[in-house]
């Protein structure tokens, strides 16, 4: 039953929202598709990352609670934990956006923007031999300038927003994974390589690594989605001219 833990945690965090995405007032299921989309575009840059985190020895994964099943010298577990946790994020984000009408002025994002701007850079610049606070904080650095300054969204505040309350999840999934609640760790850190500084049993940069990965994920859930609209809504007009 051990070898069940890692693949039962990504199950439960993924259930319950699967099961309300066919709800009548919710309908996430006609946004499957961009959601897909989506994931695995920014699974493909987090799997190599962890890739070689786990080459390097970084981090490792106990083998008391994994199947023993790899791909790209992960295991399973592992690779799924980029479309389940994900999954949860972004139905999160699209049921308190469309029911709660979420909204954050402009001052408050931008002040989110450049304080996690400046604080990333400077932990980067005070840490540069601890590769995952190294790699975390520069790539979340990159992150918000590229997501604020190039593309120009407007929704970080939000997502920031957002996910602060899926803290809670965050500290229940990554506790378990960090060894809240079992005998030992189902991911191993070498603390050479991070700050030391833990939420409970979680590594701090899981935290921001999280962050980043939510930021993406909103990004291109919200590009794809806006695609699927578009063709809706094309498709509805055509279909009124011809009935006119």
Known sequence: MQHYVYLLVNFLTVIVCFVFSF???????????????????????????????????VWWFNERYILGIYFFHLPLEEVLFFICIPFSCIFTYFCMDRFLRIRVSERIERLVVFFSMFFSLLICSLYPGRLYTLVTFCTTFFTLGMLYFVLRVNWIGKASLVYSI????????NGVLTGTGLTEPIVNYNPEELLNVRLLTIP????????????????????????????????KSSTSEAHG
């Open 23 to 57: 709800h009548p007032k919710i309908k996430f299921y006609l946004y499957f598709r961009a959601f897909a989309k989506a994931s695995l575009l920014v699974a493909v840059f987090f799997i190599l990352w962890d890739v070689w985190f786990t080459r390097t020895g």
């Open 166 to 173: 899926l803290m809670i999840g965050f500290f229940i999934v």
């Open 204 to 235: 701090v940069e899981d935290a921001v690594y999280g962050y980043e990965m939510f930021l993406w994920n909103v990004f291109f859930f919200l590009y794809f989605s806006k695609s699927l609209k578009d063709r809706r809504r094309a498709q």
